[in-house]
């Protein structure tokens, strides 16, 4: 712990003066190491050399400035290169694409000082992609991280290469085989998925250490809003059909979870410290959890059924992606979930679009209803899972400080969805 603590102000110093010059001398004094023991902390705490470290934290921090209307040589200058040109060159060796480009193309977010006891953070350096690369013969393709919208996060574990293919990150092979073998399911069955391609060598993955690499074939569809109860329908039969395909998956691969343990055990007592909730109607919510979740069908679900998982033409879903996160657990959760990533870019909206939200669940859930028929107790349980999927979001975003737009965000959420919870009861 010592040696993390040392590390972490050594990152802290380098965010506190990311426009200063810094030397690695100074960061491995001040932590009173060797040069060697600092250098083989550092990297293996963040997954990149220090100066690589600082390049890059400099880079995404221009980036930012540019998005926010900066000159890329005023970015340049602020972050230490003594040229515009200096500048483009390393911009486009880190990050894939020339650096006012990037700017435009997302809408990003400001960099945030990362925390080693909070989450784990590990940074791959541009030639160790290149490297993993080779196994497919692709080392020369253009690189890119991939970057989340709307919220502007960059990707530390997904990049693109080229225009038709994602190279992934984990630290879970499982987490891999079993995206694999769901997307070849999802093929076969007539919706699209991210078909891994193997190497050149016939295997499915590269290891490199602890880390394991795979390559997928980019998913063509539509991203679209779901902001009308038709829509809303159509999405809920399609997340039927795809717990259909993934009920017949074996789940060994896969991990459990009881949402409503969970949430009783871990989460209902900060959310309702923060949320200010009322004694009775947290041992309200104890008590149909308790009675409800032994009822409720298990199987492996997406856990992650955003609108920007989900590939649309014309007005049909024809293919999802991104099953990093997928379990074991209530099928339920993944309709209530999908309704609440709706909600998150609804609930800033003007309030007559607002209170539509309550429409949109009830359609998600019987779109689902008219292809995978909930049973009673689903159809009771559906306000409480939805307070659920809120509990942990609450609990979880509290718990690490980069997150705090989003907590807030689901706070808001969260007493909407208090405000109107007898709305969300199907008949």
Not at 58 to 79: H, N, P
Not at 330 to 358: G, K
Request: glycine fraction near 4%; include cysteine; hydrophobic fraction near 40%.
């Amino acid at each position: 712990m010592q040696e993390q603590k040392k590390i972490q102000d050594a990152l802290d110093y380098i965010e506190e003066n990311i426009a200063s010059p810094i030397t690695a001398q100074e960061l491995c004094d001040s932590c009173h190491y060797s040069l060697y023991h600092f250098y083989r902390l550092f990297e293996s705490a963040t997954g990149m050399p220090v100066m690589q470290y600082i390049l890059r934290r400099r880079l995404l921090w221009a980036a930012w400035e540019m998005a926010q209307g900066k000159s890329v040589l005023d970015a340049a200058l602020r972050y230490g290169f003594d040229t515009a040109s200096g500048f483009y060159k390393a911009f486009r060796r880190e990050l894939g694409m020339p650096p006012s480009r990037f700017a435009a193309a997302f809408r990003l977010r400001k960099p945030f000082p990362i925390k080693l006891a909070q989450e784990a953070h590990v940074m791959i350096p541009i030639q160790k992609l290149r490297s993993i690369l080779r196994h497919w013969r692709m080392e020369a393709l253009p690189l890119s991280p991939v970057v989340f919208q709307p919220s502007g996060y960059i990707s530390d574990n997904a990049w693109w290469v080229g225009n038709d293919y994602v190279l992934k990150c984990s630290l879970n092979p499982a987490a891999l085989q079993l995206n694999a073998r769901i997307a070849k399911r999802l093929q076969e069955n007539g919706f699209r998925g991210a078909l891994h391609v193997e190497t050149c060598d016939h295997a499915p993955y590269v290891s490199d250490g602890e880390m394991v690499f795979a390559l997928t074939k980019r998913v063509n569809g539509q991203r679209r809003k779901v902001q009308t109860p038709q829509d809303a329908f159509t999405l809920g039969k399609a997340l039927g059909k795809l717990h259909g395909i993934l009920r017949r998956e074996d789940s060994v691969l896969c991990r459990e979870q009881d949402v409503f343990r969970e949430v009783m055990d871990t989460w209902l007592a900060p959310a309702a410290q923060a949320l200010k909730l009322p004694e009775d109607f947290v041992q309200r919510y104890r008590n149909a959890a308790e009675r409800l979740r032994p009822l409720l069908p298990v199987q492996i679900i997406h856990r992650d059924p955003n609108p920007d998982n989900m590939l649309w033409q014309d007005d049909e879903i024809i293919g999802f992606i991104d099953f990093d996160l997928s379990q074991k657990s209530a099928r339920l959760f993944d309709v209530c979930y999908a309704a609440t990533a709706i909600l998150s870019e609804t609930v800033d909206r003007p309030e007559e679009s607002l209170h539509l939200w309550p429409q949109l669940l009830l359609a998600i859930a019987k779109g689902y209803d008219s292809v995978s028929p909930l049973s009673a107790a689903e159809k009771e349980a559906l306000p409480y899972m939805v307070l659920t999927v809120q509990f942990i979001c609450v609990g979880y975003f509290a718990t690490v400080d980069k997150y705090r737009e989003l907590y807030d965000k689901n706070m808001r959420m969260t007493r909407f969805i208090l405000e109107h919870l007898d709305e969300l009861k199907l008949s």
